[in-house]
Structure formats: structure tokens, C-alpha cells
């Protein structure tokens, strides 16, 4: 009976997470204006800024889904990010891969990011994507599927940046 309780507790603390960050995607309540203030402007990301002395500024990231292409041990491949919400956003990579992208992004909604990224070892390796926004960040970790490089015509393992098959001799692309 005390399990059944403290899951049913689990359940409503997660619930209520979700409820409050998509509350405050979607309505911000404006800040009082001070006398000296002449114009108060909402953008479509929910920020409020005035011409006044002050501005307030709230945004809300989150990471919805990471795909990834074909991943070789030491070869340039592409996971995807997707990001949802409202604000400007630098991403981050954590893992055993070496990776780039861009030095922040502008989401409005949803938008589908580029992160270039080398592994270093093959088999199932784990990595975190960060996006650190104003306000807060958000992480996600996944599972990338790497596999050593492997000979079209003989099916031998492969070094990276091997030029030719150390087996048949066949010239590797």
C-alpha cells in the first residue's frame, strides 16, 4: 500500500513539472510598468521589454528529439537536434565524440539543429546535449549507434583513415 502511494506521488510531482513549464511557455505575466515608462512590447517569444530603465526576459528551451545518421568510428557524421520553445540557446555535447555546431541558436517554436560529430570509439556510446538558455538549461541523453569501418568488397575491419584494405587491397571511400 506505501508503494502504491509514493509512485502515485512520483506521478503527480512529474505531472506537475510538465504542467508549469509549458505554463510559462505560453503565458507570461507582465511586469508593472514604471511611471517613466512609455511603450511595453510582447515578442512572439513571450519577452517583455520596455524603453524604459529595465526588461524583463523569459525563455523556455527544451530538447524534443535527437536522431542521428550512419556514425563510423572517426569519420564526420550528423545528429539532429530538435529544440522546442522560445529564446536564444547555445548547445553543448558531452560524450566521446568530438562535435561543432554554431555558436547559439534563435528558436521560435520548434527548429531542427545540426551538430556535427566524430566519435571516438565504436559500439553503443552515450552522450548528453545540453542547450543552455536564458533562464535555465535542458540536457538529453542518447545512444549513438557507432560502427567500425568496415571493406565493401571483403567485409574486414577498417583503421580510420585507412586509403586502401589491409586485407584484399581495395580502395576504401
Do not use: N
Not at 513539472?17 to 512572439?44: C, N, T
Not at 560524450?95 to 539543429?113: A, F, L, N, P
Amino acid at each position: 500500500m506505501l508503494f502504491a502511494v509514493v509512485v502515485l506521488l512520483v506521478i503527480i510531482c512529474y505531472e506537475y513539472i510538465i504542467w508549469r513549464r509549458r505554463r510559462l511557455a505560453r503565458a507570461i505575466v507582465p511586469a508593472k510598468p514604471q511611471p517613466d515608462e512609455k511603450i511595453v512590447e510582447r515578442d512572439r517569444a513571450g519577452s517583455i521589454e520596455t524603453t524604459g530603465s529595465w526588461v524583463t526576459h523569459t525563455s523556455l528551451v527544451d530538447i524534443s528529439r535527437i536522431d542521428q545518421s550512419l556514425l563510423e568510428v572517426g569519420k564526420w557524421g550528423v545528429v539532429k537536434v530538435r529544440l522546442k520553445g522560445f529564446g536564444e540557446v547555445k548547445l553543448s555535447v558531452e560524450g566521446d565524440v568530438e562535435w561543432m555546431c554554431d555558436e547559439s541558436y534563435t528558436v521560435s517554436g520548434e527548429r531542427v539543429v545540426d551538430v556535427h560529430v566524430k566519435p571516438k570509439v565504436e559500439g553503443e556510446v552515450p552522450i548528453k546535449v545540453v542547450a543552455v538558455y536564458t533562464g535555465g538549461r535542458s540536457s538529453r541523453l542518447v545512444t549513438l549507434r557507432v560502427v567500425k569501418r568496415m571493406c565493401l568488397k571483403c567485409g574486414a575491419p577498417v583503421e580510420p583513415g585507412a586509403k586502401y584494405c589491409w586485407k584484399c587491397g581495395a580502395k576504401l571511400e
